[in-house]
């Protein structure tokens, strides 16, 4: 069974639309984390939601909003899509406590046209 | 910029020779981590070592870790060509929820 998994795979879309990423996690972890890694390997952090609580919120533009429906679930809506938001995204989780690793998804590529 | 530099970018080895990455990071931290990436998948988590520690071991893999110097090291023994990814550091920032990763190294080991 897949830990972290993230739908969809491929995002191919126009610029000024909107779109949802949706990540899923069957680990029993209590954070989830989205990160952007752009055409370099720079994997930023965006976002981190702890127990359904945002956390972390990177000085991303308000047109990207993630919602946490409950600690197993962390997606990602962006509005108003720009050339510059090309790039691959990842969703992670990890239990806070006790020093555990991250877990990642394999994440979805987002192509803007 | 608060990511970690990694060196070097990039390597090329022969399979059966060793492989040493570096990692450098700017604030206190928890923890450090690395992970590696085959192309198009997500990160694994290879190996994570505290604050408190100074040298960890996981099958090949050798990871140190020097607090006064703000590095790590990640040593591959015996590197195959499956070990062929980008490895990239991730640091546990103390007091926060947040990791901060490194630039990355693109290790390729040719058969």
């Known amino acids: 069974d897949t830990a972290v998994s993230q739908t969809p795979k491929y995002l191919v879309t126009q610029m000024g639309n909107d779109k949802s990423i949706k990540c899923e996690q069957n680990l029993g972890h209590d954070t989830m984390y989205w990160y952007k890694q752009d055409s370099k390997k720079f994997l930023k952090i965006m976002f981190s939601y702890n127990n359904k609580e945002l956390i972390i919120n990177e000085t991303v533009p308000n047109r990207f909003s993630p919602k946490s429906p409950d600690k197993a679930h962390l997606n990602l809506h962006i509005n108003s899509l720009e050339l510059g938001d090309s790039a691959v995204y990842f969703c992670?989780?990890?239990?806070?406590?006790?020093?555990?690793?991250?877990?990642f998804g394999d994440g979805t590529r987002l192509s803007i046209l | 910029s608060q990511q970690g530099e990694e060196d070097p970018q990039a390597l090329s080895i022969q399979e059966g020779e060793n492989a040493t990455m570096n990692c450098s990071y700017k604030?206190?931290?928890?923890?450090l981590q690395w992970y590696r990436q085959n192309s198009g998948r997500g990160l694994v988590h290879l190996i994570l070592?505290?604050?408190?520690?100074r040298e960890k071991h996981s099958g090949r893999l050798r990871v140190t870790l020097d607090t006064s110097k703000k590095s790590s090291s990640l040593l591959i023994t015996a590197s195959r060509a499956a070990d062929t990814a980008s490895y990239f550091c991730a640091t546990d920032i103390s007091g926060t929820y947040k990791y901060i990763f490194g630039t990355g190294t693109r290790l390729k080991v040719l058969a």
């Open positions: 992670a989780s990890s239990q806070r406590t006790g020093n555990q690793p991250q877990h």
């Open positions: 604030t206190s931290i928890n923890n």
């Open positions: 070592i505290r604050s408190n520690e």
